[in-house]
């Protein structure tokens, strides 16, 4: 199902906060290698926030610790139930603790930098106060100087290399837990009922990428009782519209909370 464009609707803070993270890290190396510095400071503003709290989110980062001991426990009760399996879950489960250790030790670098760095610290100034190209800080005219002479997105990547390698990690951990369902939105729309005999902390869905090529994409609400989807589309110079037609998706319900 790799070919699938797959889109998350949390059903907790803790999972919000994971996915959150887990979007700007993507987004922080995709502006990274293709040397877009306007991008790669929106992504590190919101990663930012994420690990500072700021902006009435909450720390991240005991979110993410929070996240794997709730895996491992998951992991050791799949053990009890498939002894067979039990040596890759033990397996599995070092790892986890190591990625715990190693987040403790990399996230406090990483933070230094993020509060340290002068340029994130302009940037975030000038969001704050909704200058959003820091024309008061002549940034159209001196950005791409300073990326290129400057190095700041380098030597940030050295420090989130770990972080980066053990949030994607958990990214994969998380999309291999349950097959997918493969389901049709009648007219655009569809509602999902989580079974009550568990409890669940994410909801993926996955549509073809031809959909996506099409402006097509589904929105979410509702809560861990009952999920509403229903799929939008953008238009060229049209206003954001639902979308009426059957469309094929494929879900899988996560249960780690």
Same mark, same amino acid.
């Given at each position: 199902?790799?070919?699938?464009?797959?889109?998350?609707?949390?059903?907790?803070?803790?999972?919000?906060?994971?996915?959150?993270?887990?979007? =700007? +890290?993507?987004?922080?190396? /995709?502006?990274?290698? #293709? $040397?877009? !510095?306007?991008?790669?400071?929106?992504?590190?503003?919101? @990663?930012?926030?994420?690990?500072?709290?700021?902006?009435?989110?909450?720390?991240?980062?005991?979110?993410?610790? =929070? +996240?794997?001991?709730?895996? /491992?426990?998951?992991? #050791? $009760?799949? !053990?009890?139930?498939?002894?067979?399996?039990?040596?890759? @879950?033990?397996?599995?489960?070092?790892?986890?603790?190591?990625?715990?250790?190693?987040?403790?030790?990399?996230?406090?670098?990483?933070?230094?930098?993020?509060?340290?760095?002068?340029?994130?610290?302009?940037?975030?100034?000038?969001?704050?106060?909704?200058?959003?190209?820091?024309?008061?800080?002549?940034?159209?005219?001196?950005?791409?100087?300073?990326?290129?002479?400057?190095?700041?997105?380098?030597?940030?990547?050295?420090?989130?290399?770990?972080?980066?390698?053990?949030?994607?990690?958990?990214?994969?951990?998380?999309?291999?837990?349950?097959?997918?369902?493969?389901?049709?939105?009648?007219?655009?729309?569809?509602?999902?009922?989580?079974?009550?005999?568990?409890?669940?902390?994410?909801?993926?869905?996955?549509?073809?990428?031809?959909?996506?090529?099409?402006?097509?994409?589904?929105?979410?609400?509702?809560?861990?009782?009952?999920?509403?989807?229903?799929?939008?589309?953008?238009?060229?110079?049209?206003?954001?519209?639902?979308?009426?037609?059957?469309?094929?998706?494929?879900?899988?319900?996560?249960?780690?909370?």
């Amino acid at each position: 199902m790799n070919q699938l464009i797959r889109f998350c609707f949390p059903l907790n803070p803790r999972l919000q906060s994971f996915v959150t993270l887990r979007d =700007g +890290l993507q987004c922080l190396e /995709r502006a990274r290698q #293709h $040397g877009d !510095a306007y991008s790669w400071l929106q992504a590190i503003q919101d @990663i930012r926030v994420s690990l500072l709290g700021e902006q009435a989110r909450k720390v991240a980062t005991p979110e993410i610790l =929070g +996240l794997l001991k709730s895996i /491992r426990m998951h992991l #050791h $009760g799949i !053990a009890q139930e498939y002894p067979n399996f039990q040596p890759q @879950i033990s397996a599995a489960c070092d790892t986890i603790k190591e990625n715990k250790a190693a987040l403790q030790e990399c996230i406090p670098p990483i933070l230094d930098f993020l509060t340290q760095d002068g340029l994130i610290n302009a940037w975030s100034n000038a969001c704050q106060k909704q200058d959003y190209l820091a024309h008061k800080l002549y940034f159209p005219q001196a950005l791409p100087i300073f990326w290129e002479s400057l190095g700041v997105q380098h030597t940030l990547h050295h420090h989130l290399q770990d972080f980066y390698a053990i949030i994607t990690h958990m990214d994969a951990m998380l999309n291999d837990f349950v097959p997918w369902k493969e389901k049709t939105a009648l007219e655009g729309r569809d509602q999902i009922m989580p079974p009550r005999d568990k409890e669940y902390g994410l909801l993926i869905v996955g549509i073809e990428k031809r959909f996506v090529h099409q402006g097509i994409f589904p929105e979410f609400s509702g809560n861990k009782l009952a999920i509403r989807l229903r799929f939008q589309r953008f238009e060229m110079g049209e206003e954001q519209q639902e979308y009426h037609e059957d469309i094929p998706y494929h879900m899988m319900m996560v249960p780690i909370t």
